[in-house]
């Protein structure tokens, strides 16, 4: 797969959610597979999310570096991330984890894309869809 084809497919998750009001998206190519992808989702309830993604997709959707950071009034909900912190912690899915909560608890996680962290939020926001 082109890095174009993969920023289309963002473009058209985004496009296709329903709980996303507007977005801010910057996509910088940075070969013919790689590419850095930057954006902030406002949803239609008020809350955010602000993601970033560094992806290789010749071979594949790897994803070097990914962060989904979702919040409401300047509280955070939750973030997924693959960030190499929290090893102490010997999650069985090191890297990816999940901060949850104010507490900022840390959980397991296998590394949700961006549709299913959407999905996701559009089950907090109970809305009917």
């Known amino acids: 797969m082109q890095i174009e084809a993969y920023f289309q497919r963002i473009s058209d998750v985004v496009a296709s959610s329903p709980g996303v ?13 790689i590419g850095y992808v930057k954006g902030i989702l406002q949803m239609i309830d008020g809350s955010m999310l602000h993601f970033r993604e560094f992806v290789d997709v010749e071979l594949g959707v790897d994803r070097y570096m990914y962060a989904y950071h979702y919040q409401r009034d300047e509280a ?7 960030t190499e912190h929290h090893r102490q912690l010997n999650l069985a899915t090191f890297p990816h984890h999940k901060h949850e909560g104010r507490e900022l608890n840390v959980l397991l996680s296998v590394g949700p894309d961006l549709s299913e962290v959407l999905e996701e939020i559009e089950g907090l926001m109970e809305l009917p869809w």
Do not use: A, G, L, W
Not at 21 to 33: A, C, E, F, V
Not at 76 to 82: A, C, E, H, V
């Open 21 to 33: 009001h507007s977005s801010r998206i910057t996509y910088d190519k940075r070969t013919n597979h």
């Open 76 to 82: 955070m909900i939750f973030r997924y991330d693959n």
